[in-house]
T-cell receptor, first 111, second 118 residues
């Protein structure tokens, strides 16, 4: 069965600092991996996806993620945090007709 | 193109009642999935429908059911509501090519229905 694990349920960074949200996956087949963001009282918005093309994936709002097979990781980064980045972030892996999500990481931005 | 819409957005029910939630996918999308989101369990897959057929089901009791209509709109029903059913219910649709069961299909999520059971 495919799964993802997000390390850290809460991450706090200062405005302008590097954002690093960690995600490790487990899969017996080449994975399709996703990062979603959820703002309060809203649904999920796709930030970026890895579909076995380039290992460095660029997404919306300045986010990017690097697929590392040797480390089974797909960490999300952003060079400079903005107050508007405060939200919950979910890493997900595609299973059979479904997405399997990590537990989520709540990102707080300090002014 | 309009996104995924879910109705109602908010719902309050009492224990023992039943509830029906509705989801309209993006035009042309034939696959609709449902997820339950709670603070304790996170995001959990409920079921997925494609062309009016349920293809996959998560580990939920039989009180949770769903269906899909010929226009791809979907409904989910929860009978005999329990307090633990309070959650945000998210619907997602995807454009899936025929026969491409194992390929990548981007899912687009609706805003969710917030169900509170008292």
């Amino acid at each position: 069965a495919q799964s993802v694990t997000q390390l850290g349920s809460h991450v706090s960074v200062s405005e302008g600092a590097l954002v690093l949200l960690r995600c490790n996956y487990s899969s017996s087949v080449p994975p399709y991996l996703f990062w979603y963001v959820q703002y309060p009282n809203q649904g999920l918005q796709l930030l970026l996806k890895y579909t076995s093309a380039a290992t460095l994936v660029k997404g919306i709002n300045g986010f990017e993620a690097e697929f590392k097979k040797s480390e089974t990781s797909f960490h999300l980064t952003k060079p400079s945090a903005h107050m508007s980045d405060a939200a919950e972030y979910f890493c997900a892996i595609q299973g059979a007709q479904k997405l399997v999500f990590g537990q989520g990481t709540r990102l707080t931005i300090n002014p | 193109k309009a996104g995924v819409t879910q109705t109602p957005r908010y719902l309050i029910k009492t224990r023992g009642q039943q509830v029906t939630l509705s989801c309209s996918p993006i035009s042309g999308h034939r696959s609709v999935s449902w997820y339950q989101q709670t603070p304790g369990q996170g995001l959990q897959f409920l079921f997925e429908y494609f062309s009016e057929t349920q293809r996959n089901k998560g580990n939920f009791p039989g009180r949770f059911s769903g269906r899909q209509f010929s226009n791809s709109r979907s409904e989910m029903n929860v009978s005999t509501l329990e307090l633990g059913d309070s959650a945000l219910y998210l619907c997602a649709s995807s454009l899936e090519l025929a026969g491409a069961l194992s390929s990548y299909n981007e899912q687009f999520f609706g805003p969710g229905t917030r169900l509170t059971v008292l």
